[in-house]
């Protein structure tokens, strides 16, 4: 275990233990020679069984973050632009069901949330459908 390894599993018993819940953490640095991936506390609060490094936890809104720096990532390259619609990335009867305006909605909307979609995870039909089969991947065009 090097030193890094020490210091971040350390660091994840004290978060658990702080907050009486298990917490995952991933560190990929190939620059600075460090790949860390750890769990520490229970899956769950009051349960009894550990936290493994294959378990995960759902990031909702936090993959925004990550989401927003990959385009503009791609936009510093010159692959993307904020301007471009969604056209040119769906098929016309998704846009079409997707919103009344979705051929005129850019990336920047998108980035900004002024595109004006809803929050179909708030609805019951969606509620539903993870309730339906919580472990099962859908693809992101079966979500639109």
């Known amino acids: 275990m090097t030193r890094h390894d020490e210091r971040f599993a350390a660091l994840l018993e004290t978060v658990s233990a702080r907050h009486d819940t298990g917490v995952l953490l ?16 229970a899956f769950g609060r009051g349960s009894e069984r550990p936290i493994t490094i294959d378990d995960g936890f759902r990031i909702a ?17 010159g692959t993307l632009s904020l301007g471009d619609t969604l056209v040119p990335y769906f098929e016309p009867a998704l846009l079409d069901r997707l919103h009344p305006d979705s051929r ?6 998108l980035l900004n ?14 509620s539903q459908e993870i309730r339906s089969d919580p472990l099962r991947f859908r693809e992101p065009q079966e979500i639109l």
Request: no cysteine; proline share 4%.
């Open 26 to 41: 991933g560190v990929h640095a190939p620059l600075q020679g460090i790949r860390f991936r750890g769990a520490a506390g």
């Open 61 to 77: 809104s936090m993959s925004k973050v990550f989401t927003a720096v990959l385009v503009m990532r791609l936009v510093e390259r």
């Open 104 to 109: 005129r909605i850019t990336l920047e909307h």
């Open 113 to 126: 949330h002024t595109a004006g979609l809803w929050d179909f995870a708030q609805t019951p039909a969606w």
